[in-house]
């Protein structure tokens, strides 16, 4: 089994442009006052991963299987098993084979509703994969199929998707995936009769912040179980667990795990194993993006990355960033005021309105920390308009982003 962590591959679009090894630098303001730098900067810091997947993995009530496609970094993923994070969830061949490749015992699981019949032969002839989430019965027919046709024996693991009615997170994800009530009945007895483990999953939607979404979740798959009358495995509670941004503050952590624990007790499933598939939660914090103020045109700053770039939910989404003003030579004015984002694009889309509070003498030159971007950042930055060109430096500090957040409140 080869590694194909290749730096041309397309699951790293800011590293086409590395064959080596990223800088290393103690902290943010050193890398900008050693290279000044006229592109857009990715600052990974995987001491503040690998303790943000710690905390989760001791305090989380069962198994932490991470999101892969919320942040594919090999640093990242490394940060990850450095904290303790053996699971992942992958949702494509490329992500397996990533996985695979770097780490040989880990468990993977094919989180992917709706598969390529290569990747699934793939993945459980040469990969090891065991686990596979469906939410239909042809789905189910695919990978009996493609399973069979590898002649490779093992025990099968399916974990049954739940569609949920839309809630309290800030992206829903009901609307594409996921089966009904009756159809998950089904699916859940067609599915015991050739899997070893059979489980239930479902996702409250990404940046949920109310803990009692899960309750929800876990009462509706409690119904579906009873329906289907089937011995259950595995309950997975998925991902969404949120972190904080400058307008959003969510509970402790902790209140969220306390509300799983409970709804998965109140299930009554001796012997069953609890899952979660967090990606934000884990990552968010591992990496800050410097970009430069090219120009400023009263409250607005044209700034080197965009919606095309890293700053994707920061456009459509209207996600807010905590940010953070890096002027190596002067010092600042003390005021701060509200500013919005153009990015570097001829798109007149590629605009971040925050707010963005900064002092209220930012010129041209600036350099501007944003914070919180390990997540869903670096992973959707695609070559639009000829602004592919990124660097990864790494931050050795922890400040796991916390001075910048109490910054931008
Ligand atoms: C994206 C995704 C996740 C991770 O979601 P976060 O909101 O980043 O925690 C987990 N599971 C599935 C199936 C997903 O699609």
């Given at each position: 089994m080869?590694v194909v962590?290749?730096?041309g591959s397309p699951?790293f679009?800011?590293?086409r442009?590395?064959?080596?090894?990223?800088v290393?630098r103690?902290t943010?303001?050193?890398?900008?006052?050693a290279?000044?730098?006229?592109?857009p900067?990715?600052?990974?810091?995987?001491a503040?991963?690998a303790n943000t997947?710690?905390d989760?993995?001791q305090?989380f009530?069962?198994?932490?299987?991470?999101?892969v496609?919320?942040n594919?970094?090999?640093?990242?993923?490394r940060a990850?098993w450095?904290?303790g994070?053996r699971?992942?969830d992958c949702?494509?061949l490329?992500?397996?084979?990533?996985?695979?490749g770097?780490f040989p015992?880990?468990?993977?699981h094919f989180?992917?509703p709706?598969?390529a019949?290569?990747?699934?032969?793939?993945s459980?002839?040469?990969l090891?994969?065991?686990d596979?989430?469906?939410d239909s019965?042809d789905?189910?027919a695919k990978?009996?199929s493609?399973i069979?046709?590898?002649?490779?024996?093992?025990?099968?693991?399916?974990?049954?998707?739940?569609?949920?009615?839309?809630?309290?997170?800030?992206?829903?994800?009901?609307?594409?995936?996921?089966a009904?009530?009756d159809?998950?009945v089904?699916?859940?007895?067609a599915?015991?009769?050739?899997?070893e483990t059979?489980?239930v999953?479902?996702h409250?939607g990404?940046?949920?912040l109310d803990?009692l979404a899960w309750r929800?979740?876990l009462?509706?798959?409690?119904?579906?179980?009873?329906a289907a009358g089937?011995?259950i495995d595995?309950i997975?509670?998925g991902?969404?667990?949120?972190?904080?941004?400058?307008?959003?503050?969510?509970?402790?952590m902790?209140?969220?795990f306390?509300e799983?624990k409970?709804?998965?007790?109140q299930?009554?499933?001796?012997g069953?194993r609890?899952?979660?598939e967090?990606?934000r939660?884990?990552?968010?914090?591992?990496t800050?993006v410097?970009?430069?103020?090219?120009?400023?045109?009263g409250?607005?700053?044209?700034?080197?990355d965009g919606?095309?770039g890293?700053l994707?939910?920061a456009?459509t989404l209207?996600?807010r960033y905590?940010?953070r003003?890096i002027r190596p030579?002067r010092?600042?004015?003390?005021n701060?005021?509200?500013?919005?984002?153009?990015?570097p694009?001829?798109?007149?889309?590629?605009?971040?309105?925050g707010?963005?509070v900064?002092?209220?003498d930012?010129?041209?030159?600036?350099w501007?920390?944003?914070?919180?971007?390990?997540?869903y950042?670096?992973c959707?930055?695609t070559?639009f308009n000829?602004f592919?060109?990124?660097r990864?430096?790494?931050v050795?500090?922890?400040v796991r982003q916390t001075?910048?957040l109490?910054l931008?409140?």
């Amino acid at each position: 089994m080869s590694v194909v962590a290749r730096p041309g591959s397309p699951v790293f679009p800011l590293r086409r442009q590395f064959v080596t090894y990223p800088v290393r630098r103690p902290t943010v303001d050193e890398v900008v006052a050693a290279d000044r730098p006229q592109e857009p900067i990715h600052c990974l810091r995987p001491a503040a991963v690998a303790n943000t997947a710690r905390d989760f993995v001791q305090s989380f009530p069962g198994d932490v299987l991470y999101a892969v496609k919320c942040n594919p970094d090999p640093v990242v993923l490394r940060a990850l098993w450095d904290g303790g994070v053996r699971h992942f969830d992958c949702a494509s061949l490329s992500e397996v084979r990533l996985v695979r490749g770097m780490f040989p015992n880990a468990g993977i699981h094919f989180m992917h509703p709706i598969k390529a019949r290569g990747a699934i032969r793939e993945s459980w002839e040469l990969l090891g994969v065991r686990d596979f989430v469906l939410d239909s019965a042809d789905e189910l027919a695919k990978i009996r199929s493609e399973i069979d046709a590898t002649g490779v024996s093992g025990a099968l693991g399916l974990i049954v998707r739940l569609a949920l009615p839309k809630g309290a997170a800030k992206l829903d994800l009901s609307g594409k995936f996921g089966a009904d009530f009756d159809a998950a009945v089904a699916l859940l007895r067609a599915a015991r009769d050739c899997a070893e483990t059979l489980g239930v999953s479902f996702h409250v939607g990404s940046q949920c912040l109310d803990p009692l979404a899960w309750r929800s979740a876990l009462e509706l798959t409690g119904q579906i179980i009873q329906a289907a009358g089937a011995k259950i495995d595995v309950i997975d509670v998925g991902g969404g667990f949120p972190v904080a941004y400058p307008d959003q503050e969510p509970p402790p952590m902790a209140a969220f795990f306390a509300e799983i624990k409970n709804g998965f007790e109140q299930l009554g499933l001796p012997g069953a194993r609890l899952w979660a598939e967090p990606g934000r939660a884990l990552v968010a914090a591992g990496t800050s993006v410097v970009v430069q103020v090219q120009a400023r045109r009263g409250g607005m700053l044209y700034v080197n990355d965009g919606v095309y770039g890293s700053l994707a939910d920061a456009g459509t989404l209207a996600f807010r960033y905590p940010v953070r003003l890096i002027r190596p030579d002067r010092d600042a004015s003390a005021n701060r005021i509200e500013f919005s984002l153009f990015g570097p694009t001829c798109d007149s889309a590629d605009v971040m309105h925050g707010p963005f509070v900064l002092p209220d003498d930012v010129a041209e030159g600036d350099w501007i920390e944003i914070g919180q971007l390990g997540a869903y950042g670096a992973c959707l930055r695609t070559a639009f308009n000829g602004f592919d060109h990124a660097r990864i430096v790494e931050v050795t500090d922890d400040v796991r982003q916390t001075e910048l957040l109490r910054l931008a409140a």
